[in-house]
């Protein structure tokens, strides 16, 4: 008999259960069991005083009284070839999503009980590829099991709010996106532990993804309450593409304004550094170049939106959010780095923006005119 729950009840409680009027001198406890049978158990140290209600001499049931010619004799093949394959549907079904409506519907239908082991066996067989990672934190240092549990709960959290809201298992979408980006990470940590200098093309391959456009984008597309279908999250790999090119000029516009600030501070070589290397020039003609790249870049990221114009297109939302992304990086390092410090041209701009105030000019009003007519003012105003 295995403990589900229980619940410790004061003495001045009485419970009423199956004709039956319990009153504890002191304390009781009910206790609900799941096997083999659900149930309730009350345990008590003292006494009950049980008093039984008289009986209200029901009439026999009519259900008894009732013949039927379905016997078990008959249908009880077909029960067992119905029940053998529903086992074979809960065996073979692979998708989450598809697997706990099945479970719900079989529990709604008030035929679970017909397959309590292969249900316990299907939940087990989709929980443990969810607890593998859990285990491979214990193999960790200390200082990135932190970082590690927060970003696996992140993209839990997002991928259980898809498929509660739109249905849809997003999980390897997320997983891809957080392999990708520590992936690129990695290649930077090796660079730089190793002293080495990628040239202009190596950088550009790792670093489009390393900035986190691509990662940003699929977020901010299953985050933001866009109706998602399948067919829409093919928006993902049609808008490759623009997202690939964004994501490029945000890396590049991050360099022109951070990269003399971190190699101060000990960092990989950046694109500016790079192209000095492979061209032979000085600072000032590597930035130059790296300006021309940001121009082809939007270029190629334009002629990219032009071949998805239709409002309805199921990548529409993403080529909005890839331009704002390309445009908002280029307005925050284009006088600096905007975002590692605390001064300069961004937080004018900021502060223009949010805090002071903007001025209206308002017209000559004629006040006495106003207070006549009460509409002149809702009008002004």
């Not at 001499?57 to 004799?73: A, D, G, Q, V």
């Not at 479970?103 to 087990?124: K, N, P």
């Not at 932190?146 to 390897?172: P, Q, R, T």
Request: glycine share 4%; hydrophobic share 35%; proline share 4%.
């Amino acid at each position: 008999m295995e403990l589900v729950s229980s619940y410790r009840c004061p003495s001045s409680f009485t419970i009423v259960r199956r004709g039956m009027v319990f009153q504890p001198q002191q304390q009781w406890t009910i206790m609900a069991t799941q096997s083999p049978s659900p149930r309730l158990l009350i345990k008590t140290k003292n006494k009950l005083e049980v008093n039984l209600r008289r009986s209200a001499n029901y009439h026999p049931k009519i259900i008894e009284s009732i013949n039927t010619p379905y016997t078990y004799e008959l249908y009880g093949t077909k029960l067992e070839e119905l029940k053998q394959e529903t086992k074979r549907v809960l065996e073979s079904t692979r998708d989450h999503s598809s697997l706990l409506k099945l479970i719900d519907t079989m529990q709604r239908l008030g035929v679970s009980y017909h397959f309590e082991e292969e249900i316990e066996e299907a939940i087990c067989d989709h929980v443990n590829p969810i607890m593998g990672p859990y285990k491979a934190m214990e193999e960790l240092p200390e200082y990135m099991k932190i970082c590690y549990l927060a970003m696996f709960n992140f993209g839990n959290e997002i991928a259980y709010a898809v498929l509660k809201n739109h249905g849809l298992d997003v999980l390897s979408y997320i997983k891809e996106q957080w392999t990708n980006l520590c992936r690129s990470y990695l290649v930077e940590a090796r660079w730089f532990y190793s002293g080495y200098t990628p040239t202009l093309d190596e950088y550009l391959d790792n670093s489009w993804t390393s900035v986190g456009g691509p990662a940003a984008i699929t977020h901010a597309y299953l985050m933001l309450g866009f109706p998602l279908t399948l067919d829409s999250l093919d928006g993902l790999k049609i808008s490759s593409d623009t997202i690939y090119w964004a994501s490029l000029i945000t890396r590049l516009s991050d360099d022109l304004g951070t990269s003399r600030d971190e190699i101060e501070r000990g960092d990989v070589a950046k694109s500016i550094h790079c192209c000095m290397i492979k061209e032979g020039v000085s600072e000032e003609e590597a930035r130059d170049c790296i300006k021309d790249l940001i121009s082809f870049s939007w270029k190629k990221l334009n002629e990219a939106t032009a071949k998805i114009n239709h409002r309805h297109h199921p990548a529409r939302s993403i080529i909005t959010m890839s331009l704002n992304m390309a445009r908002t990086a280029q307005s925050i390092f284009q006088h600096g780095d905007g975002i590692g410090t605390s001064i300069g041209i961004t937080k004018d701009r900021l502060t223009s923006l949010i805090v002071k105030p903007i001025p209206i000019p308002i017209q000559h009003v004629n006040h006495q005119a106003m207070l006549q007519e009460p509409n002149l003012l809702l009008v002004a105003m």
